[in-house]
């Protein structure tokens, strides 16, 4: 969901600049796919990087856990009792249950990991979450660029490009509901708007840039 909206909204944003100061679909078109492949390129880099991140720090705080276990085993336990305490559980209740979580020390680091830092292991592949965003960001950041594949005005193209991008905004918005089981017409609305916002921002820039260098317009003529 994420990479698809962020490739919809930076695209029509993109394609909308470009068009207010190319006024050229062929140009927008070039500049609209380079820009695709480029956010794709470095949203999948960042997604990889990130999640790989997330795991050598799991990894690092694991150790550490098990490192402590062995040294200062009485401070560990006494971490338990605490924290077991903390959620309302009687003195008996506890001390089983520092029993017999102490009893294996993979569950005991597991504990640890899980109530004491609040992590829970990463286990995606990092190339996978990668991929996964690159190819959700290039799938966002087709709609706004077909209407360029097939007119030839400029500001029509645009106009296209905007319903279509504004119909798959309301989409992910829709769609996104399955997992935050929001209301589906709030959330397409409010996903069309961040979209229709993104959009009038890039075409007004675009015209600035278009107003105070002329030249720009006339790159490709």
Known sequence: MFGINDGLVSTIGFVAGATGS??????????????????ALSMGIGAYLASKSQREFFASEKAREHREIEEVPEDERKEIRDIYARLGFQPDEVEMIV????????????????????????????????????????????????????????????????????????????????????????????VVFLGSLAASIGFGIGKAVSWLWPEVGAVGL
């Open 22 to 39: 190319l006024m050229q679909t062929r140009l927008v078109l070039l500049t609209g796919v380079a820009s695709v492949v480029a956010g």
């Open 99 to 190: 029993r017999r979580v102490t009893s294996n020390k993979d569950l005991w680091v597991q504990t640890m990991m899980r109530e004491e830092l609040g992590i829970l292991e990463e286990t995606v592949n990092p190339a996978k979450i990668g991929l996964l965003m690159m190819a959700a960001f290039t799938v966002g950041g087709i709609p706004p660029m077909l209407p360029y594949m097939f007119m030839q005005q400029p500001l029509a193209a645009l106009k296209m490009a905007v319903i279509v991008s504004l119909v798959a905004l309301f989409l992910v918005g829709v769609a996104k509901t399955a997992l935050t089981q929001q209301p589906w017409l709030k959330s397409g609305v409010e």
